[in-house]
């Protein structure tokens, strides 16, 4: 079964400032989609990036860019010039590629962006 | 377009109590899923379709029922509700692949006393 990891529980970064935030998972298959989500107080869930197993070149959005590391199983978020609306709950989330609707999702990040 | 629509945005259930969690997306997306999301847990896969008539249950199927039988409604049901059912509950849908990007709703926080 997979699994995924975020060790970091909580987090703060100054505003302007860069932060990463780490995800790892576990899984047999080849070919996935691996997420970050962003939930702010509004508990909405919103998608911030999306990553292809299958491609080598890292994901970029804007302020947004993951490392993702497929043999180490690795999938870290980079937030660049952080804003204070950048304070939110992240979660990782990893899919099969053929298991559409089956997210499986890491326990969470709690960022603070601090003024 | 609504989006992903979920009712009722907040829900209080005696222990024993039966109720209805409504789901609804105007995307004519395939697949819809269900979510729990509990502190410190992130979320967890109740259960998912992946079109009318079609459903199979996730991580933490004990105690829900679902059906599917348009492409718009995916409702949750409690059976009998518990409480560690108390949580908030998250109704997500997809188009599949290769867009695989899950819209979510903005969720039910149900206590359950």
């Known amino acids: 079964a997979q699994t995924v990891t975020q060790s970091q529980p909580e987090m703060s970064v100054q505003e302007a400032e860069t932060v990463t935030l780490s995800c790892t998972y576990d899984?047999?298959?080849?070919?996935?989609?691996l997420f970050w989500y962003k939930q702010p107080p509004s508990r909405q869930m919103i998608l911030v990036i999306r990553?292809?197993?299958?491609?080598?070149q890292n994901a970029t959005e804007n302020r947004f860019s993951v490392n993702f590391q497929k043999a180490a199983k690795s999938f870290s978020l980079k937030i660049s010039d952080s804003q204070l609306g950048d304070t939110a709950m992240y979660f990782c989330a990893f899919m099969n590629w053929d298991q559409g609707g089956k997210l499986i999702f890491g326990q969470g990040t709690e960022l603070s962006v601090k003024p | 377009n609504a989006g992903v629509t979920q009712t009722p945005k907040f829900q209080v259930l005696k222990t024993g109590q039966s109720m209805t969690l409504q789901c609804a997306q105007d995307?004519?997306?395939?697949?819809m899923s269900w979510y729990r999301q509990d502190p410190g847990m992130g979320l967890r896969l109740i259960h998912y379709?992946?079109?009318?008539?079609?459903?199979d249950q996730g991580e933490v199927p004990n105690g829900y029922n679902v059906s599917r039988s348009t492409t718009e409604d995916f409702p949750l049901r409690l059976l009998s509700a518990a409480p560690s059912q108390t949580s908030v509950y998250f109704c997500a849908s997809s188009g599949g692949l290769p867009i695989a990007e899950q819209y979510f709703g903005p969720g039910t926080r149900l206590t359950v006393t």
């Open positions: 379709s992946v079109g009318a008539g079609i459903t």
């Open positions: 995307m004519n997306h395939e697949y």
């Open positions: 990553q292809e197993a299958y491609k080598q």
């Open positions: 899984t047999s298959e080849n070919n996935y989609y």
